[in-house]
Every structure is written in C-alpha cells, then in structure tokens.
C-alpha cells in the first residue's frame, strides 16, 4: 500500500489539462468540490464522476491511477460507508441482529456517501497530477495576493503547502525503505494482532521522524545558500497567462454546475 500512495505526484505532460493556466485549475477544483456537494441525487454524482474520468482520459493519466490515489484512504471510506449503513435507521428493517439494525435508507446514503468521497479524491488527484508544484505555489500566492493587504504572508504559507505536497511521494518512498530494511532485520511489520502491528512501527516512525527532519534542514540550507528571498521582488521563469481554453474549461465547469442543479430539481435516479 505504501508504494501506491500517489498524493503530490505530477506526471509531465503536453495535454489540454497540463496546459490549463494553474490559478484556473484551482478554481475548477474548487467548483468541482461545489458540484460534488450540490449533488443531491446518484445522477447528478454520477455525471461528475463521468465528467472526472473524461478529464483523466484527456490529461493522459492513466485510469489506474484513480484505483492507486483510492487504495490509501480505504479504511476511511470503509468506516464513513459503516457509520452510515448503521446509524441511518428508516421504517423497515433489512437486516436486524441484537442492537445492529440494516434499513435500505442506510444503504443508500452509505452508497451515495462514498461515490462522493471517491469524486472528492479522484478530483483533488487530477490538481497535483498536471500541475508542477512550482506552478501550483504560483498559483495559490497569486489567487491569496489580495491578502497581502493585511501583512497575511501569502508568499510562506504557498510555499509550505506545494513543499508539503512534493514530500510526499519522497517521504512515502523513504519509508518503504525502512521498512525493507527492518523485515532484512527480522523485524515482523505485518504479522500479529492490531497493537502488535502498532508497535512494531516504532521502529519505522523513529527513524522516518529523523530522516524527515533532516531533508527540511538541508533543503532551508539548499535555499539559503542560493539567496532564496521568496515574496516581493522575485521573478518568475514562466509567467501565469490565462487563454482561451481556460475560459472555456471555466464556461463547461459552470455548465456541469447548472445541470447539476437542474438534476436535482428533475432527477432520473433517486
């Protein structure tokens, strides 16, 4: 599971997506959330859903990759999908033992609950999979910049959140290294019950704590022996320029937000 966490990584790419202006795929991430949450019905989720795979076929992003950015959070959608198969009660049970009730309403929302979380996922994917962390900090200082303003540092808190992003896949990669070299140890990670699985990350943690520690301290170093000075004054390789295709991505994007709604006043399916 460790090799197939995917969150952060950016995939090169020539397609009409990789080449979208950066603050506007933002904004279409943003209203993908808006529509994914004004989805009152299984047609409207499962029209953004269809939408999202069409935009992975036309980035060039494999359709693998939707199964390898899911396969981290699954216990988390297992728990979201219990909580609501339990606790959603309706008129006629389905299944009934001791305290535990199953009612066909909890089914539903418990379905409806996750195909939400997986478009909430396989959306938010789709930003870091065709966008360069460099031109995502770009992109989130120049969208933030109206708070500069209030003395808000825009310029640090972008920053941190692409590092943040790019890490991952390194962190991700030094930790199935360690793990290979306690099992070479004789250390048993996946044996045993859920508290001895706890504890034998121990030695995992430690020294991925350290490593991670370490890779800040060299990479504030790497930046300060370079006379980095982020903020006013910095100049850019590339600048952001919007085109005619982001303001028809944005123009779609509304359009799929107004059928959206639409589907809820008139849905086909429940």
């Known amino acids: 599971m460790i090799k197939d966490i995917t969150i952060g990584q950016y995939f090169p790419g020539n397609s009409v997506i990789h080449r979208l202006d950066s603050r506007v795929k933002i904004l279409l991430d943003i209203l993908y959330l808006v529509i994914i949450f004004s989805a009152q019905s299984y047609t409207g989720l499962l029209v953004s859903v269809l939408f999202m795979v069409f935009c992975y ?3 060039g992003i494999k359709l693998i990759m939707i199964l390898k950015s899911l396969k981290p959070i699954l216990p988390l959608m297992i728990f979201t999908g219990l909580l609501n198969l339990l606790f959603i009660k309706g008129e006629t049970p389905l299944f009934q033992w001791w305290v535990i009730s199953v009612y066909p309403e909890g089914i539903r929302m418990a379905t409806f609950m996750l195909i939400r979380v997986i478009s909430l996922i396989v959306g938010m994917s789709l930003l870091t999979y065709t966008t360069s962390p460099i031109m995502l900090t770009d992109a989130i200082e ?7 303003k209030i003395k808000f540092p825009v310029h640090e808190l972008s920053m941190m959140m692409t590092i943040a992003l790019r890490f991952i896949p390194t ?38 704590f350290v490593s991670a520690f370490k890779r800040a301290s060299e990479l504030a170093t790497a930046m300060e022996c370079r006379c980095y000075r982020g903020g006013e004054g910095r100049t850019r390789l590339r600048q952001l320029k919007t085109a005619p295709r982001d303001y028809i991505a944005i123009i779609v994007m509304l359009t799929l937000l107004a059928g959206v709604i639409v589907i809820n006043c008139f849905p086909i399916l429940p």
């Open 142 to 148: 120049r969208l933030l910049s109206p708070l500069k």
């Open 171 to 208: 962190l991700v990669e030094e930790t199935d290294k360690i793990m290979a070299a306690q099992k070479a140890r004789g250390a048993e990670l996946d044996s045993g019950g859920l508290i001895k699985k706890a504890k034998a990350l121990v030695p995992v943690l430690i020294p991925l």
């Open 57 to 59: 076929i036309l980035s």
